[in-house]
């Protein structure tokens, strides 16, 4: 009798050892040792039966925000937002943000995928810098980005039509030319653009190497700002970011802007409503646009007749609106497909 009872404590001991060890390997963070542990509610928080189940796997940059509470306009009812790597079987779609997975695949789950489960590809990165998109070959279901072509549309910004209770007044101006810029790289177009252009006329420069501009009263400083140069750090179809809406549009500057052509930034914003580096031949030539529109004060109020029709938004930078534009899309039951080419798509 004393033989069969140690016999069973050494059994369960060793079960419980081995259940320990599978769901190490399992669900356990592989190659990512900087990423935070979930917090208790996080981890215990499940979904209900009707719900369709998203899972983070990876916080996003390690930002940890609050889940299941999307803003109202974007209605998130049906759908469960988790960290738990737990409920990976059950989940409806998985979202893996490049950033935390491009240096090893290994950080993807590593058991076989349950049937139907979309796996969706997030990136609000440049194809410039979203290395190794290689390895994302023939498993991502869905993209999300800020390309207008992704099955999950996340701009930076957009316009949105004034209801008649938005006046808008044109902050007063005191200044001409500001640039904020963390990148200093002497090799990008944007900062060869600026050497040539600040010969002709003065730019005043925030950032980490110069003026020091704290986030609380960005927009209040730049509002004093006749224009703003929205020069984004790499040229790719789509790649519009807080450069334009924030810092300049919200901002109540007029944007001067280096991206892609005018074309492209005329789908997301009204064709007056900013400058573009490529309507003149060369630097010298904006410059004395610039200056002209500094001394036309009629001239350059008409780049803010669009203000009466429609008013910029900048999309909460906390990433829960880009997450909760998930839900809706699930919910709508988007066909079945797999992406042979990540590499392929986002150039």
């Excluded at 789950?109 to 290395?131: D, G, L, M, V």
Aim: charged share 25%.
């Amino acid at each position: 009798m004393e033989s069969n009872k140690w016999k069973k404590r050494f059994f369960f001991c060793f079960v419980q050892c081995i259940f320990s060890i599978m769901f190490f390997i399992l669900f356990g963070s592989k190659g990512n040792s900087t990423e935070k542990i979930p917090q208790r509610s996080e981890l215990t928080f499940r979904p209900e039966s009707s719900q369709l189940t998203i899972l983070l796997w990876t916080w996003p940059f390690n930002y940890h925000f609050p889940l299941n509470d999307c803003p109202t306009d974007l209605d998130s009812s049906g759908c469960f937002f988790t960290v738990n790597r737990s409920l990976y079987p059950s989940a409806n779609a998985v979202i893996i943000h490049h950033r935390e997975v491009y240096k090893n695949k290994s950080i993807l789950p590593q058991i076989p995928r349950p049937t139907n489960q979309y796996w969706i590809w997030f990136n609000k990165e440049s194809r410039s810098h979203s290395p190794n998109l290689h390895i994302m070959e023939n498993f991502i279901n869905l993209t999300m980005s800020f390309r207008a072509d992704s099955d999950i549309f996340t701009p930076y910004g957009r316009l949105e039509r004034n209801d008649g209770s938005q006046n808008f007044t044109i902050p007063v101006k005191s200044k001409l030319v500001a640039w904020v810029i963390s990148n200093w790289n002497k090799n990008s177009k944007r900062y060869k653009y600026y050497s040539k252009l600040k010969k002709h006329l003065n730019i005043d420069v925030y950032g980490s190497k110069t003026k020091v501009l704290s986030h609380t009263n960005t927009l209040e400083t730049l509002s004093q700002y006749k224009f703003y140069l929205a020069f984004e750090n790499s040229i790719h179809e789509d790649y519009i970011t807080e450069k334009l809406w924030s810092n300049s549009l919200l901002s109540g500057t007029v944007p001067v802007v280096l991206g892609p052509s005018r074309k492209n930034y005329e789908r997301f914003i009204p064709s007056d409503s900013f400058i573009h580096v490529e309507d003149f031949s060369t630097p010298q030539k904006l410059a004395l646009y610039l200056l002209e529109l500094d001394k036309n004060d009629e001239r350059y109020r008409q780049y803010f007749n669009w203000r009466s029709r429609l008013q910029p938004m900048k999309n909460r930078i906390d990433w829960v609106s880009d997450y909760c534009r998930v839900c809706k899309v699930l919910k709508e039951a988007p066909p079945y497909k797999t992406i042979p080419s990540i590499d392929t798509w986002f150039r």
